[in-house]
Each structure stands twice: as C-alpha cells, then as structure tokens.
C-alpha cells in the first residue's frame, strides 16, 4: 500500500466542464474514446521525441495503444506505453484546464445556451473530461517513462475531489479505466469499438489494438489504417477522415474551408497536409500569434508549431509537414538556418498560393469565404513578401465603385478593362458606404471608371507597397497625379491649359495665396470642374486616424487644387479675367470655386454663409 496519498480539489474551470458534461444529454458520448486515443498518441509522439536525447530509454520500444474492454467488471481500458506522467503531472494535468480546445469550450458556452451543449460537447470534446459522459468513475494509473518515481493512481467521480495514490507495479505509460455507466454497455462490444476507432481515429500513426471481450485474446491486426493521413493518396482518404485529423489538429469544431494535400519529390522530399480553418480569430491577427505546421521528421514529431515553415502572413494555416530529408537532432534553434528548411518553405509558399488561386479560379463562394476571412493576412503578404507581390495581388478581392454587395476579384477586373487602359484609380477611407458615394468618384466620370475602395487599416499599408499591378498604375484620386504617371496626350493637354490659361492660373494663385499649397491642371479631371487633393506624400486620412487613436496629431498638410482644363466653368473664368479682371465678380468667383472644391473632396466650405451668399447672387 502506498505511503502517500494525497485528496485534491478540481479547479474552478474545470469543475464547469465537469458539471456540464455530467449534465448533457449524452448525445456524443462516443467522441470519449478518439479523446483519450489522441491523447495516447500526443504521449507517444512525446516519447519518441524524447527517446531522440535520452540514450537511456533505449531504443526498442514498440509505441502502441491496446483498448481493453471488460464484461464481467464492466470496465473498458485504454492504455499506451506512451511518456507517462508524475504524480503532479497528473495532479497539474488532469486537475486544470490547459489544452486550448477545453478553454475554447468554455468560452463558446459562455455565449450559448444549454439546449447547445451537448453539440459542443460533440464538437470539442474537451479532452479527457468527456471520460465522464460514460463513466461514473475514472481511475488513471500513470508512470512517468524514464523516471524513478513510483506510478500513481489518479481516481475520481467526476466531481469536486480526484485522490492521488502511489501504486506499486505500474508500467511506464498510461492506463485510463473507466467504469462505465449503467446505460452504457455497448462500449464493451468489439464491434463498436472497432467502428469508432475506424471512425474517428484512424490517422492514428501508432497501432491501435484491440483484446477480443469473447474470447479474452487480443486481435491479430491493429484496428487502424496506422500510416500517417499525410503520407496516404488522397484517394484512399474520405474527407470525414481529414476532416477529423484536422480536428485533433486545430481544436476547431468547425470543418476547415478547403485541404491540401502535397507531396514534393526531387531534391527535396517532402509531405504535407495543410488545411484552411474555418475561421479567422482575433489571435490569428496578432503579431506575436504563435502558430506554426506540426514537423515531423522520419516519423518523429520535431516541433508542434514550426513557425519557419511558411512565412508569417500565412500563419493561419494548419497542418503537417513530414520530411526525411532533415537530421533527427535538429533544434529548434537551428531550423531557421537550415537549408532543407528553406526549400521547404519555399516550394509550400508557393504551392499555398497556387492553392488559393484554385479556390478563387472554381469555387468563388468558397474563395469570399476565405477572403473575409484571411483576405487581411493575403494583404499583409503583399507587403512583406516581396517576391510573391504579383501573385498575392492576384488573389485580391476588392470593392469598386459598381461592387455593389460583392467583393470583386482585382485579377478578373483587370481583365476585363477596356483596351488601353493604363490606370487603375483608388479611394481609400474608413467607411465603404461612404466611399461609394464620395465626390472623388465624380471627378473621373461615375459613369465609365470603375474606381477601387480600400476601407481597411491595412490597405494604405498595401498600397504603398505595390504602386501597380499588372502593369496598371494604381492611383489614388484623393491625392495630387503625378506628372509621370499621366498620358502623352495628358501632358499636352495640361501642357497647352498652362499655356491659354497661363495669367487667369497666376490669378487663381494669388487670390488663393496660402490656402493652398498649390493650383494645377489636372486632365484626369472628368465631370467636375475642380478638385482638392492631398499632396502624394500625404500618408492619408486612415493613416492619420491611426495616429490620431495612438495620440500624436499629424499636422493636416495644405491641399493642392486641382483645375478641369476643359471644363466650362474655366471658359467662364477666362472670359471674365480677359474683359474685367480688377472687378470684385472674378474675385469671388474664384472664392467660389475654392469652397466647391473643398465639397467636392467631401468637406466644409471656410465660411459657409459667405460660401451661401454668393451662390445664390449667383443664380439671381
Ligand atoms: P488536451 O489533450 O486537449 O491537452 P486533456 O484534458 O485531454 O486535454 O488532457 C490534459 C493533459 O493530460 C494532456 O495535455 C496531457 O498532458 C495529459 N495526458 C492526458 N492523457 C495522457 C496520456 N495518455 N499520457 C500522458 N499524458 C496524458
């Protein structure tokens, strides 16, 4: 018998999840035996690991997981010669939450009502406490491998307490037992068993065994397929099957939006299995997310989250990358460094973003999905990523001024804009419905230029990365054009406005003085006779904002305003500049035309009575 023995509280956390799978309607009971098979095979992949270091632990082990089921007892074992636990392992472990998809959990219930709860239950799992569904009592015999410690027995009914209790005689690994239910005799039958391990866990990599309950002998054959899902065809896979690998993957309960499954061969062999997750969460957008595809290497799992596997912007991605071309002892420190690593993570990179580009090409509902989703990150990517610019664009979606409800894919526009166009123009601001109706989208013509609306933080960002696309300038019409950007016909044009107009434009400057900083010729200039813009190094009113929320005011630039060569209200202007140009009428005119341009770039006019009275002299 033991000399230690030790009672002890659930925390609060987990006593919730307790309770509430206690409670449920036992709707999923079944998902108990893929929860506590994944967690054998996560203790198995940490023994292989460590058996990598420890000389001492020797090399002939053979990983497996053997169910057992019970009838005269009515128990049902799981067992694995995996790592193990100590004492306070299993105390830490099974007494408090840790594993993100329990938390996850809790947080989805947080919101939800209980008529939900035995569907999250089904879809999370939450771990090892799904044990209860089906138990009314658990015992836990765990040795940690490796270590001196006697084993212990962890045994609990699920409510407030779990008892500790050293045992001799315990082998290396776990052993979970659970008392089943009164209701729940069907967990001692091998054919259930069998069904469920097939069903939920067969991408499994260790052998999963199964003791016959009739004639007290194990079965000849593991119960599952064993070789790894990434490794198998895609043919022999069905996509319940990926869908549940990327379960135990991701902790989402959602289906992932779309697979990959990638085999590279040539110099560098590798597999891989990567998923898009259903949706983006905050975290995913954060910086310092920690995230990463499992690496295996010749079967052994590396690391849990290879960050240096793709590059940043694609950190949504989940998945697996196995490879024998990369040395067993490698660290974590030195995968950045490696050069198989970097092959890696190039061929992927750009097998990730052909992959996308198949989802946009034929299955454009799908492929908004996505966008909605992770269209920020693609953004991110255009401009960190410095080599893949063009093809990230391709994959852009983007409202226009004629989007309507539905975002538009930017490759697709391009496409289709008539012959010779040369210019892709731009808006950018915080409100889409706003920017539909902006002033700006005048002063090309509504009716035949499709303009591009950026509303998001990251566009400006974008933007000022990737200045054109497909060889189509991409200009913004809330700030001054560029000389080089416009036509040769453009420039002559502006060129022959300076010329005829050349005193009525010395006028307007003068009259205007440091209001603004600059009067130009603009030949862009459609529908309406002028326009105020910001002056190209301006970072732009979102930029501004941002500033602005961190405290630090930028000082608002002065605008350049920007004239209609051949606009009618020019032709006005120089009549009167060559018959009267002392008289007060040119004088406020000009005023007026200031003030119009100041509404047409959305704003207020200086003096809105003085604006006021002078229109209506006019029309009188
Ligand atoms: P999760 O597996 O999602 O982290 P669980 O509640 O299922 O959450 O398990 C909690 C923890 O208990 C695991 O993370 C692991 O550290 C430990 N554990 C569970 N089962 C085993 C096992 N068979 N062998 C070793 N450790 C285990």
Redesign the pocket.
């Given at each position: 018998m033991s000399s230690h023995s030790r009672k002890l509280k659930f925390k609060a956390e987990t006593r919730k999840v307790l309770d509430i799978v206690i409670n449920s309607l036992y709707s999923h009971p079944d998902i108990f035996l893929r929860?506590?098979i994944?967690?054998?095979s996560?203790?198995l992949d940490k023994l292989r690991f460590e058996m990598l270091t420890s000389p001492d632990l020797g090399s002939d082990r053979k990983p497996r997981i053997d169910i057992l089921p019970d009838k005269d007892n009515r128990t049902l074992i799981v067992r694995?010669n995996?790592?193990?636990?100590t004492g306070d392992?299993m105390a830490k472990?099974?007494g408090t939450?840790?594993?993100s998809?329990?938390r996850g959990f809790l947080e989805e219930m947080g919101e939800l009502n209980a008529e939900k709860t035995p569907e999250l239950i089904g879809q999370f799992g939450v771990?090892?406490?799904s044990t209860f569904m089906v138990a009314d009592k658990v015992e836990v015999l765990?040795r940690r491998t490796g270590s001196d410690e006697p084993g212990q027995k962890w045994t609990s009914t699920g409510h407030d307490t779990f008892t500790l209790i050293e045992e001799d005689d315990i082998p290396e690994?776990?052993s979970?037992i659970l008392h089943l239910k009164d209701d729940m005799d069907e967990y001692l039958e091998n054919f259930k068993l069998r069904e469920l391990v097939r069903k939920y866990s067969d991408f499994i990599s260790y052998p999963v065994y199964l003791k016959s309950d009739d004639e007290s002998d194990w079965e000849k054959e593991p119960v599952n397929t064993q070789k790894p899902i990434w490794i198998r065809s895609e043919d022999d896979v069905s996509d319940k099957e990926y869908n549940e690998f990327y379960r135990h993957l991701s902790f989402d309960p959602q289906e992932p939006i779309s697979k990959l499954v990638f085999h590279a061969e040539g110099t560098t062999e590798f597999y891989s299995l990567l998923f898009i997750p259903s949706m983006r969460t905050m975290e995913m957008l954060m910086p310092d997310y920690k995230t990463g595809l499992r690496l295996f290497i010749k079967k052994v799992m590396i690391e849990e989250e290879a960050e240096e596997l793709l590059p940043r912007y694609l950190r949504f991605i989940k998945g697996v990358v196995e490879s024998s071309d990369l040395p067993l002892n490698i660290s974590r420190e030195t995968l950045q460094e490696n050069r198989t690593i970097r092959t890696i993570r190039k061929a992927l990179t750009g097998k990730v973003l052909g992959w996308f580009r198949e989802i946009l090409d034929n299955d454009i509902d799908k492929y908004h999905k996505f966008f909605t989703n992770f269209g920020d990150l693609i953004k991110e990517g255009i401009y960190s990523d410095v080599q893949n610019r063009e093809e990230l664009a391709d994959l852009l979606l983007v409202w226009t001024s004629r989007s309507g409800d539905e975002q538009k894919s930017l490759k697709k526009l391009v496409e289709e804009l008539p012959e010779g166009t040369d210019r892709l123009y731009y808006i950018t601001g915080t409100d889409r419905k706003e920017l539909a109706s902006s002033p700006y989208l005048e002063s090309v013509g509504k009716s035949d230029t499709e303009v591009l609306l950026f509303d998001s933080p990251v566009d400006e960002f974008m933007l000022q990365n990737l200045g054109e696309y497909r060889g189509k300038k991409l200009v913004s019409l809330l700030k001054e054009v560029n000389e080089e950007d416009l036509s040769d016909a453009e420039k002559a044009e502006k060129k022959n406005a300076e010329e005829t107009f050349a005193g009525l434009l010395e006028y307007i400057k003068d009259q205007l003085g440091d209001r603004v900083e600059d009067v130009r010729f603009a030949p862009r200039l459609k529908e309406s006779p002028c326009i105020l813009v910001s002056d190209r190094n301006d970072p732009g009113e979102m930029f501004r904002q941002m500033m602005k929320s961190m405290n630090q005011e930028l000082p608002n630039a002065k605008k350049i305003l920007e004239l209609n060569p051949v606009h009618p209200v020019i032709e006005t202007l120089q009549n009167l500049y060559e018959k009267d140009r002392s008289g007060d009428k040119l004088k406020d005119y000009v005023n007026i035309l200031f003030d119009l341009g100041t509404v047409m770039a959305g704003g207020r006019p200086e003096n809105p009575a003085d604006f006021g009275k002078k229109v209506t002299s006019l029309l009188s």
């Amino acid at each position: 018998m033991s000399s230690h023995s030790r009672k002890l509280k659930f925390k609060a956390e987990t006593r919730k999840v307790l309770d509430i799978v206690i409670n449920s309607l036992y709707s999923h009971p079944d998902i108990f035996l893929r929860e506590l098979i994944s967690n054998s095979s996560d203790a198995l992949d940490k023994l292989r690991f460590e058996m990598l270091t420890s000389p001492d632990l020797g090399s002939d082990r053979k990983p497996r997981i053997d169910i057992l089921p019970d009838k005269d007892n009515r128990t049902l074992i799981v067992r694995d010669n995996g790592i193990g636990m100590t004492g306070d392992e299993m105390a830490k472990e099974l007494g408090t939450i840790a594993s993100s998809g329990t938390r996850g959990f809790l947080e989805e219930m947080g919101e939800l009502n209980a008529e939900k709860t035995p569907e999250l239950i089904g879809q999370f799992g939450v771990g090892f406490y799904s044990t209860f569904m089906v138990a009314d009592k658990v015992e836990v015999l765990s040795r940690r491998t490796g270590s001196d410690e006697p084993g212990q027995k962890w045994t609990s009914t699920g409510h407030d307490t779990f008892t500790l209790i050293e045992e001799d005689d315990i082998p290396e690994g776990t052993s979970v037992i659970l008392h089943l239910k009164d209701d729940m005799d069907e967990y001692l039958e091998n054919f259930k068993l069998r069904e469920l391990v097939r069903k939920y866990s067969d991408f499994i990599s260790y052998p999963v065994y199964l003791k016959s309950d009739d004639e007290s002998d194990w079965e000849k054959e593991p119960v599952n397929t064993q070789k790894p899902i990434w490794i198998r065809s895609e043919d022999d896979v069905s996509d319940k099957e990926y869908n549940e690998f990327y379960r135990h993957l991701s902790f989402d309960p959602q289906e992932p939006i779309s697979k990959l499954v990638f085999h590279a061969e040539g110099t560098t062999e590798f597999y891989s299995l990567l998923f898009i997750p259903s949706m983006r969460t905050m975290e995913m957008l954060m910086p310092d997310y920690k995230t990463g595809l499992r690496l295996f290497i010749k079967k052994v799992m590396i690391e849990e989250e290879a960050e240096e596997l793709l590059p940043r912007y694609l950190r949504f991605i989940k998945g697996v990358v196995e490879s024998s071309d990369l040395p067993l002892n490698i660290s974590r420190e030195t995968l950045q460094e490696n050069r198989t690593i970097r092959t890696i993570r190039k061929a992927l990179t750009g097998k990730v973003l052909g992959w996308f580009r198949e989802i946009l090409d034929n299955d454009i509902d799908k492929y908004h999905k996505f966008f909605t989703n992770f269209g920020d990150l693609i953004k991110e990517g255009i401009y960190s990523d410095v080599q893949n610019r063009e093809e990230l664009a391709d994959l852009l979606l983007v409202w226009t001024s004629r989007s309507g409800d539905e975002q538009k894919s930017l490759k697709k526009l391009v496409e289709e804009l008539p012959e010779g166009t040369d210019r892709l123009y731009y808006i950018t601001g915080t409100d889409r419905k706003e920017l539909a109706s902006s002033p700006y989208l005048e002063s090309v013509g509504k009716s035949d230029t499709e303009v591009l609306l950026f509303d998001s933080p990251v566009d400006e960002f974008m933007l000022q990365n990737l200045g054109e696309y497909r060889g189509k300038k991409l200009v913004s019409l809330l700030k001054e054009v560029n000389e080089e950007d416009l036509s040769d016909a453009e420039k002559a044009e502006k060129k022959n406005a300076e010329e005829t107009f050349a005193g009525l434009l010395e006028y307007i400057k003068d009259q205007l003085g440091d209001r603004v900083e600059d009067v130009r010729f603009a030949p862009r200039l459609k529908e309406s006779p002028c326009i105020l813009v910001s002056d190209r190094n301006d970072p732009g009113e979102m930029f501004r904002q941002m500033m602005k929320s961190m405290n630090q005011e930028l000082p608002n630039a002065k605008k350049i305003l920007e004239l209609n060569p051949v606009h009618p209200v020019i032709e006005t202007l120089q009549n009167l500049y060559e018959k009267d140009r002392s008289g007060d009428k040119l004088k406020d005119y000009v005023n007026i035309l200031f003030d119009l341009g100041t509404v047409m770039a959305g704003g207020r006019p200086e003096n809105p009575a003085d604006f006021g009275k002078k229109v209506t002299s006019l029309l009188s």
